[in-house]
């Protein structure tokens, strides 16, 4: 065991190991951006062509779905980490983040500058971050309605959209933007002018592959639903990578540390499917928290290290719906003094997560409560070469080969 889990690389990786994963290929990140896009192409097509209406549905949320998977070579080539060359990724990131409509300079700060500062300490990190029992009391009856619905079932339809992405990933008018707006005025200029270009687009081919067909019907199709189903699919995502009966948050900085916020505050979730290697990847979050530098397409093997160092640390948990439910019926508001979930009336959910202050502030957790225990999945017992198998065979797939 480790005597000292700060989380940081050099607890969990020797320095080749690190060489190893953040070996970035620019053949490699082409081919996986190049398949992507031409796929979301064709889906943009089959979803405004003259088909019958169900087939459209089909395409419309398969195109929902590719705009997640092109955003997530985004947030990687955000970080500089999916090709060589700071260039390079620059642009590769405004390619990918075309079709969610995101500002590249705006994301950085949301993203790079805010949540992966300080992750998990709300007051720094906003993403899905709890309430405490006496903030939600102090709050408007309105905002209060508003927290159980994002915190319930159909929550994720509507957090990353009202939220996030106009008033934080388009526009340079959120509190900690607006100061340098003139700077992110290019970024926002590109996305009105060449996104909208791009939405535009969908309405002028749907007229010319099914000319009968009204606009509203062309656009609902083209673009709202699947603008829809990428945002459901964002905000599902950043939910479950930080919010877990297991993982903790915090609201004072001494009690922070970098392993308590990036190794304990995210959760390794894997997916009961491989046909999106992208997304599976995403999930391995940890890793990308203590380095943000690994490549998505190198995350399975800095997840296995990285669980080979810290064990049952590691929150990991295989996603079904079942597991989705008890999570999001566990985590309304978060007791930030006995570090605890709680319901909405103040009533725990889930046993205290104690810190212990002899690891340098790191999180060991005192086990889920009977009730969610129960519900939850155990986390699955295939060893490290085996979810290397399974990554490799998600590569080819992602590659197109």
């Known amino acids: 065991m480790h005597t000292a889990r700060k989380g940081t690389p050099g607890d969990w990786l020797s320095a080749d190991e690190r060489r190893e ?85 705006l994301w950085e700060v949301v993203h790079n500058r805010i949540h992966h500062t300080y992750t998990n300490l709300k007051g720094s990190d906003y993403v899905w971050a709890p309430m405490s029992k006496a903030e939600y009391d102090a709050s408007s009856w309105p905002r209060r309605m508003m927290e159980r619905v994002y915190r319930g079932p159909f929550g994720p339809v509507f957090y990353y959209w009202i939220e996030f992405w106009m008033k934080k990933l388009v526009l340079p008018i959120s509190p900690e933007s607006r100061g340098e707006w003139r700077r992110h005025m290019p970024e926002t200029l590109y996305v009105l002018l060449v996104g909208g270009g791009m939405v535009a687009g969908i309405g002028l081919l749907g007229h010319y592959l099914a000319p009968t067909r009204p606009l509203w019907q ?11 189903v990428w945002n459901y699919l964002m905000a599902l995502s950043i939910f479950l990578q930080h919010n877990h009966p297991q993982v903790p948050w915090f609201d004072k900085k001494e009690e922070w540390s970098f392993y308590g916020g990036n190794i304990r505050g995210a959760a390794h979730v894997d997916l009961p499917f491989d046909f999106l290697p992208l997304f599976k990847w995403v999930m391995l979050h940890n890793a990308h928290h203590a380095l943000p530098s690994v490549p998505i397409y190198q995350l399975t093997q800095a997840q296995a290290k990285l669980i080979e160092a810290y064990g049952d640390d590691i929150v990991q948990y295989r996603f079904t719906l079942g597991a989705y439910r008890a999570i999001y019926r566990a985590c309304k508001l978060f007791d930030y003094e006995r570090k605890q979930w709680t319901d909405f009336e103040g009533r725990p959910t889930a046993a205290p997560i104690v810190l212990s202050r002899a690891a340098e502030g790191t999180a060991t957790l005192v086990g889920p409560s009977r009730r969610f225990a129960a519900r939850l999945p155990q986390r699955p017992t295939a060893d490290v070469k085996r979810g290397r198998t399974a990554a490799r065979a998600g590569d080819r797939v992602a590659e197109g080969d």
Do not use: E, Q
């Not at 779905?65 to 947030?75: D, M, N, R, S, T």
């Not at 700071?86 to 390619?95: G, P, S, V, Y």
């Not at 062309?218 to 829809?228: D, E, N, R, S, Y």
């Open 21 to 105: 994963v953040t070996r970035k290929s620019l053949p490699r990140g082409l081919r996986i951006l190049g398949t992507h896009y031409v796929l979301y192409l064709a889906t943009i097509v089959g979803a405004v062509a003259p088909l019958p209406a169900w087939a459209n549905l089909l395409f419309a949320v398969a195109n929902g779905a590719l705009i997640g998977l092109i955003f997530l070579i985004g947030h990687d080539s955000g970080h500089s980490s999916f090709v060589p060359g700071r260039r390079a990724n620059l642009w590769i990131t405004r390619i990918a983040f075309t079709p969610c409509l995101h500002s590249r300079s």
């Open 218 to 228: 062309t656009m609902l199709v083209g673009w709202f639903i699947p603008f829809a």
